[in-house]
């Protein structure tokens, strides 16, 4: 469905006002960035902000849409063969942020200073949490429709489990130092055991 002109302008300012902030956080931190820097630096007026976002952290939101993108990319991908295993669209779907967070280390660490900061965190799901959750049940009940993973694997379980060793994973990788590469391999160890746990 195309979207209006209006929509996609919209669209533009909030993503220009996103990486502005986020760009001023991985340099200053977020406590010492103000909105009217992030005005200026997204040449809008510092009420437009408040239309966008209404505090700092919620500019955060626009990362997991970011990293939605890139999964949804690597999901459609030209390269991924059509007979493609459930246990390779499992590493399609988790790898893409890991991979985000290993090439943005200052901000993958801002991201999760405001995420373990934030009461309202705990309480009110990420809408791009819920969608990466809804992607991974449906490749798990995908597999096991192929017979791939094991009819009795609870599929929303097998989700629940991802996404706490994805989001618990990138907590410990910066309390580690956040050394390059290293992200990467404890994701993959970590999809391997569970695929392991629920392959037919």
Not at 33 to 58: L, N, Q, R, V, W
Not at 105 to 111: D, G, I
Not at 173 to 199: E, N
Request: charged share 25%; aromatic share 6%; no cysteine.
């Amino acid at each position: 469905m195309k979207i209006s002109r209006v929509e996609k302008r919209k669209q533009d300012t909030r993503q220009r006002i996103a990486h502005a902030a986020l760009e001023l956080f991985a340099k200053r931190g977020i406590d010492a960035t103000t909105i009217a820097e992030i005005s200026e630096a997204a040449d809008i007026g510092k009420g437009t902000f408040f239309t966008y976002f209404p505090t700092k952290e919620d500019v955060f939101v626009e990362v997991g849409t970011l990293i939605l993108e890139r999964i949804g990319a690597s999901l459609h991908a030209a390269d991924l063969p059509a007979d493609a295993s459930a246990a390779h669209l499992l590493e399609r779907a988790v790898l893409p942020g890991i991979d985000w967070h290993e090439a943005h280390p200052a901000l993958s660490k801002v991201s999760v200073a405001v995420m373990m900061r934030q009461p309202s965190s705990l309480s009110a799901r990420d809408p791009s949490i819920s969608v990466l959750e809804g992607i991974l049940v449906g490749i798990v009940e995908a597999g096991k429709a192929a017979g791939q993973f094991r009819a009795d694997a609870d599929a929303r379980t097998a989700a629940d489990v991802l996404l706490a060793v994805y989001f618990m994973g990138i907590v410990d990788w910066h309390q580690k130092g956040a050394k390059r590469g290293a992200l990467k391999a404890q994701a993959r160890a970590a999809l391997d055991l569970v695929i392991k746990g629920i392959a037919a």
